[in-house]
C-alpha cells in the first residue's frame, strides 16, 4: 500500500507567503510517510482580484512557483500534484490553470490543463467569471505512477462525470481534485460529488481544497477529502483550518470492487474526446 495526502491551505495574494506555508506542509507530509501529496487549486496565489494572476504567471518549465515544486518534490523524495498555477498561454489576457505533477526526483511528467471553467451566479452577490482570465483546457490526461494510474481534474470538473469516465477508461486508478470550492456550492454538493465521482468509477478521489477567507475578502469551503473506490470517506478535514489528510491506497482491494462490479465490461455508452477537442477549438 502507498500513503497519500491532501494539503488543505488559505492562500493568499503573496506568492512567497503561500510557498512558505506548502513548503512546511510538505515536509510534515514526508515525514508522516506520505509518498504522495496532493495541494489545493490556487495553492501559490489567490489573488486580491481576479488579474493577479496574469502577473504571477510563469512559463511552463520555468518559474519561481514550478522550481519550488520540482526542488520539493526532490528534497522530500516524494511525488507532488501541485494545485494549479497560472501559465502563460497563446493569449496575453488569460492563463492557463495548470495541475503539474513532479515525481520524486523533481521531474514534471504531466500537465493537466483545467477544462471546465467556473462561470456561475451562485447568489446574487457572488458572481465568478474564470473564463475572463483563464483558457480552458482540452486534454484528458492520465500517466502512471508507482501508486498505480492517476488521472488529474481540477475544482469544477467535478461536476462533469464524463470527464472522470473518460479517465476510468483509460485505467485510471486515483483522480486528484485540487479545488477551492465556494461555502455555498461546497457545503451543498462537495462531499456527494467527490463520493459520487469516486463510486461510479470505483476510483480512490483525492480532493485538496482551499479553506477559510482570502486575503480578497473571497471564502472557500476547505473539507478537505479523500475517498475510497467503494465511496467510503478515508479521510475529511471537518473544517476550513489549513492543513493535512492522510489514506492509504490498496490497488488489491480496488481490483476486488472493481471485479465484484464489473462497470467496465458492463459499459455501453463511451464519449469521444474528438467532442472535447471541437467544442474547444
Keep these: 500500500m502507498s500513503k497519500i495526502a491532501a494539503i488543505q491551505m488559505c492562500s493568499s495574494h503573496l506568492v512567497e507567503a503561500n510557498l512558505a506555508t506548502a513548503a512546511a506542509l510538505i515536509a510534515e507530509a514526508s515525514a508522516h510517510g506520505a509518498q504522495l501529496i496532493v495541494l489545493p487549486e490556487n495553492f501559490a496565489i489567490m489573488g486580491l482580484n481576479e488579474t493577479d494572476k496574469l502577473a504571477a504567471r510563469e512559463g511552463f518549465g520555468e518559474g519561481r512557483i514550478q522550481s519550488f515544486l520540482s526542488q520539493q518534490a526532490r528534497q522530500s523524495h516524494v511525488w507532488i500534484v501541485g494545485g494549479t498555477i497560472p501559465v502563460s498561454c497563446d493569449d496575453e489576457m488569460r492563463v492557463r490553470a495548470a495541475s503539474l505533477l513532479f515525481d520524486d ?3 514534471c511528467v504531466a500537465r493537466y490543463d483545467k477544462i471546465h471553467l467556473f462561470d456561475v451566479a451562485v447568489s446574487k452577490n457572488e458572481i465568478y467569471r474564470e473564463s475572463d482570465t483563464i483558457q480552458p483546457g482540452s486534454q484528458i490526461v492520465t500517466v502512471d505512477t508507482p501508486f498505480g494510474k492517476l488521472g488529474m481534474a481540477v475544482c469544477y470538473d ?13 485505467g485510471a486508478n486515483i483522480i486528484t481534485l485540487p479545488s477551492a470550492f465556494t461555502v455555498r456550492t461546497g457545503a451543498a454538493h462537495w462531499e456527494v460529488l467527490t463520493r459520487s465521482r469516486a463510486i461510479e468509477n470505483f476510483c480512490y478521489l483525492i480532493g485538496a481544497g482551499q479553506g477559510g477567507t482570502h486575503t480578497s475578502g473571497r471564502s472557500t469551503y476547505g473539507h478537505s477529502i479523500i475517498v475510497e473506490p467503494w465511496g467510503t470517506i478515508a479521510a475529511i478535514r471537518n473544517n476550513a483550518d489549513s492543513g493535512l489528510i492522510y489514506a492509504d491506497i490498496d490497488l488489491a482491494r480496488q481490483q476486488e470492487i472493481r471485479n465484484s462490479i464489473p462497470v467496465a465490461r458492463h459499459q455501453r455508452i463511451f464519449f469521444d474526446i474528438n467532442d472535447l477537442r471541437r467544442v474547444n477549438s
Aim: glycine share 6%.
Design 105 to 107: 526526483t523533481g521531474k
Design 158 to 170: 467535478v461536476r462533469f462525470p464524463e470527464l472522470f469516465r473518460c479517465m476510468f477508461n483509460e
